[in-house]
């Protein structure tokens, strides 16, 4: 299903907005094409960490040209991701201290990546001064990191992965969460919650993610889509 198609499908069944998270700068154009005219669609601009040795001053030049599009709601998704190993550590880490800097410089909100570097993440955060709101992309950590992340600003938000068997302490982090830091989203085509698992994930299975956490908050599912859409549109002056 091609990402047109996908957010009609999402706005059918109820969804109220949407941010279409960056990975690259390259491919900015034709993101903007089938989205830039729906008042409902927001993008952000960023680079992801597996570009860090890729990444040139033409990118970081035209990631700040990005940044000013009025559809531009956050930088991101960046961060840190030691899942294939730690030899780009440096490049990573440089361009991820930039990018932190940048959003502080401009005022938007940082939405960060983090595979298994909990502890750099923070590291980096603190040696930028990091002062702002943000969001932690497909959280998938603890409640040590949770906590520490709430601290710093940023809001936590969850994915189907959430709903799998094994991730028992992903669903402790959920239901302690104070519940206007919490925010849902797909990481679409990736991790499909439980009930579609196996097919490609979608926008509109995001409901499924938020149905699981209000079960384990004990909530009607109604009570947690509504706190995540006042959550986004707070975190991003939408309200």
């Known amino acids: 299903m091609d990402p047109a198609a996908c957010v009609t499908e999402f706005f059918d069944a109820g969804g109220v907005a949407c941010l279409d998270v960056a990975v690259d700068t390259r491919d900015w154009d034709r993101r903007l094409s089938w989205g830039a005219e729906e008042p409902r669609v927001w993008y952000s601009a960023g680079i992801h960490p597996s570009e860090a040795k890729t990444t040139t001053e033409a990118d970081l030049t035209a990631l700040q040209n990005q940044l000013t599009h009025p559809k531009c709601l956050a930088l991101g998704e960046v961060g840190l991701d030691w899942h294939r190993g730690r030899d780009d550590e440096r490049e990573q880490r440089s361009l991820f201290r930039h990018q932190a800097t940048l959003a502080a410089s401009v005022g938007l909100p940082l939405i960060i990546h983090n595979r298994l570097a909990d502890r750099e993440v923070?590291?980096?955060?603190?040696?930028?001064?990091?002062?702002?709101?943000?969001?932690?992309?497909?959280?998938?950590?603890?409640?040590?990191?949770?906590r520490a992340a709430l601290d710093r600003g940023f809001l936590l938000s969850f994915a189907g992965n959430l709903t799998y068997p094994s991730s028992v302490v992903l669903r402790e982090v959920a239901a302690w969460a104070p519940l206007d830091r919490i925010l849902v989203e797909t990481d679409a085509p990736y991790l499909p919650p439980q009930p579609v698992r196996g097919t490609p994930n979608r926008p509109v299975h995001a409901g499924l993610t938020a149905a699981r956490i209000a079960e384990v908050r004990g909530l009607p599912g109604e009570a947690v889509l509504e706190a995540t859409r006042v959550n986004f549109f707070r975190l991003f002056g939408l309200l």
């Open 122 to 146: 923070l590291e980096d955060l603190d040696a930028v001064g990091w002062a702002g709101q943000g969001i932690q992309h497909c959280f998938s950590s603890d409640r040590d990191f949770a």
